[in-house]
């Protein structure tokens, strides 16, 4: 089983940096369009949508992603429409997860589940189009550092639970060692990359720090919100397209999240 999902995870990283860099952006965002359907069809399935209910689902997720890419196109994430859409996405992970998190997901309807599925799916993705490849493969590092991090501390020294109602397997320490482990990489990233590193500087740090454990909280919380609807729907995994690791919302959980939030922050700090 480990080996069918490391080779999975090779070849997808592979798919994807070469997408990332090799492919035109106009058919990078036709491809974020695919995944967006493909990981649509799945939180269908999570809202407890089925047959032709579930394929309407993807395609209107879909177009709605195609139709605002569109309508800001060439997409800037300094631009008033993507602006206001990620402000809204941060809103949502900032404000609303933690509060339904909280009051828990079993008693919400199909509808309040399935409009959660655009304000996860869809802002994710026209950040990860709009975003320049090294910005994008910047912030997506990171949550995969303490992905990584918070599944190794965990394993090893988690003893607390740090949302034992939503996802028994996460714990405190675990999310300790993703914060730590984000904040080392972000040292790394602001001394090695100059685009970076010129921005970073005396007092500079405390906001930039704060903006690295920003992300690895907001990580963490598209984890648990995927838990949570996993939960909701009754199942181990979103789906099994994936070998050894489930449906492609079992691999961008975190990513959802992450982005758009990412993207927000980049932009006010006028990282170019």
Same mark, same amino acid.
């Given at each position: 089983?480990?080996?069918?999902?490391?080779?999975?995870?090779?070849?997808?990283?592979?798919?994807?940096?070469?997408?990332?860099?090799?492919?035109?952006?106009?058919?990078?965002?036709?491809?974020?369009?695919?995944?967006?359907?493909?990981?649509?069809?799945?939180?269908?399935?999570?809202?407890?949508?089925?047959?032709?209910?579930?394929?309407?689902?993807?395609?209107?997720?879909?177009?709605?992603?195609?139709?605002?890419?569109?309508?800001?196109?060439?997409?800037?994430?300094?631009?008033?429409?993507?602006?206001?859409?990620?402000?809204?996405?941060?809103?949502?992970?900032?404000?609303?997860?933690?509060?339904?998190?909280?009051?828990?997901?079993?008693?919400?309807?199909?509808?309040?589940?399935?409009?959660?599925?655009?304000?996860?799916?869809?802002?994710?993705?026209?950040?990860?189009?709009?975003?320049?490849?090294?910005?994008?493969?910047?912030? $997506?590092? $990171?949550?995969?550092?303490?992905?990584?991090?918070?599944?190794?501390?965990?394993?090893?020294?988690?003893?607390?639970?740090?949302?034992?109602?939503?996802?028994?397997?996460?714990?405190?320490?675990?999310?300790?060692?993703?914060?730590?482990?984000?904040?080392?990489?972000?040292?790394? $990233?602001?001394?090695?990359?100059?685009?970076?590193?010129?921005?970073?500087?005396?007092?500079?740090?405390?906001?930039?720090?704060?903006?690295?454990?920003?992300?690895?909280?907001?990580?963490?919380?598209?984890?648990?919100?995927?838990?949570?609807?996993?939960?909701?729907?009754?199942?181990?995994?979103?789906?099994?397209? $994936?070998?050894?690791?489930?449906?492609?919302?079992?691999?961008?959980?975190?990513?959802?999240?992450?982005?758009?939030?990412?993207?927000?922050?980049?932009?006010?700090?006028?990282?170019?």
């Amino acid at each position: 089983m480990l080996a069918v999902r490391t080779l999975t995870a090779v070849a997808l990283l592979a798919a994807f940096l070469a997408a990332l860099f090799f492919l035109e952006r106009a058919v990078f965002a036709l491809l974020t369009g695919a995944i967006v359907a493909c990981a649509a069809h799945e939180w269908a399935g999570l809202s407890r949508l089925r047959g032709s209910a579930a394929i309407a689902y993807a395609a209107g997720c879909a177009a709605l992603y195609g139709a605002l890419a569109a309508w800001a196109w060439p997409m800037d994430t300094s631009a008033m429409p993507m602006i206001a859409i990620l402000i809204g996405a941060a809103a949502f992970w900032g404000l609303i997860v933690p509060l339904w998190l909280a009051r828990g997901m079993q008693s919400s309807s199909q509808v309040l589940m399935a409009a959660a599925g655009l304000a996860v799916l869809v802002p994710a993705a026209l950040a990860m189009a709009a975003l320049p490849p090294w910005q994008l493969l910047a912030i $997506l590092c $990171l949550v995969w550092i303490s992905d990584t991090a918070a599944y190794l501390v965990g394993r090893r020294f988690g003893r607390h639970k740090l949302a034992p109602s939503v996802s028994p397997g996460k714990t405190i320490e675990g999310a300790a060692g993703a914060i730590l482990a984000s904040l080392a990489y972000a040292v790394i $990233l602001a001394l090695t990359m100059p685009a970076i590193g010129s921005h970073v500087k005396g007092l500079a740090w405390v906001p930039y720090a704060a903006a690295a454990m920003l992300l690895c909280a907001s990580g963490i919380f598209g984890d648990l919100f995927e838990s949570g609807a996993k939960r909701y729907a009754g199942v181990k995994d979103s789906g099994k397209l $994936l070998p050894g690791h489930g449906g492609v919302l079992d691999r961008v959980d975190s990513v959802c999240a992450a982005l758009p939030v990412g993207a927000l922050l980049v932009t006010w700090a006028g990282v170019r």
